[in-house]
């Protein structure tokens, strides 16, 4: 009988842990298993960019704190989401439905993304000012969409591969729209250039609210079941780091400053050593 190496098995425990994270293992979940009949081809932009766990944690917090932006989300999160209660379960349940769109089989992308568009059918109400809202209104989700990808790709870029070419930025965009679209979502950009004008556009339709910075507060208060604090905080500092000036400010929230350092540290440490633990290097 042959034993595993002493680093096999830390490569195991880590990727065990990590799946145990993102998978609701009580009930049964399972990682999902990349497929070669997935929507997107291997090795494409978008399966390189949301293959990287750390960078995808710290750019999912901050693809939700500038989503809160936006008072229509904000709202339909308020009044139809149990966020508050079970922020974790919200947030693994929005990581599969990434992970299958993207690794997994193409007809399991495709009932996914039906079974979202069910649940969005019945989330709909008004906004304190009486204005109606709904979760199948194509900007609200174009918004959404845009606060992911933009978050997805600069939290890539910053801790992962920071001269990815600009013609695999727009690729991307390319792909991601493709998710989008069958969501529901309109505009949406499919390149990098075009994304950053849409940002600009839908500025005026953003708000500032004290319910926005406590979701905001929730959010970088509350850290992942069986996480470390330790990880909590860096994966939000890391975020706030990467907000937009006006986003920040908007949310109430400082700019880290030089007190981002060791986050940054910590994440660009992290990420190696879970590409590491799943062989990506």
Known sequence: MVL???????????VGRV?????????????????????FERDSPIRLVHADVVSMMVGGVRGLLLQMLHPHALQGVLDHSDFRSDMHGR??????????????????????IARVNRIHERVSGTLPDGTPYSARTPETLAWVHLAEATSFLESYLKYVRPDMPLAQQDEYFRQFALVARKLGADPVPETKSGAEQMLRAMRPQLKSSPAAKEIAQLVLTQRPKGAPIAVQQMLGTAAVDLLPPFARSMLGLKNPGLTALPARFAAQAMGRTLRWAFRQN
Not at 4 to 14: A, C, D, M, N
Not at 19 to 39: H, I
Not at 97 to 110: D, H, K, L, Y
Request: charged letters at 35%; hydrophobic letters at 35%; zero cysteines.
């Open 19 to 39: 799946r145990d994270v993102f998978n609701d293992v009580e009930g049964g979940q399972k990682p999902v298993p990349p497929s070669d009949n997935a929507l």
């Open 4 to 14: 595993p190496r002493p680093s096999e098995k830390i490569r195991e425990q880590l």
């Open 91 to 112: 947030l693994r349940r929005t990581a599969r439905f990434i992970a299958i769109t993207t690794f997994g089989e193409a007809s399991e992308a495709e009932k996914v």
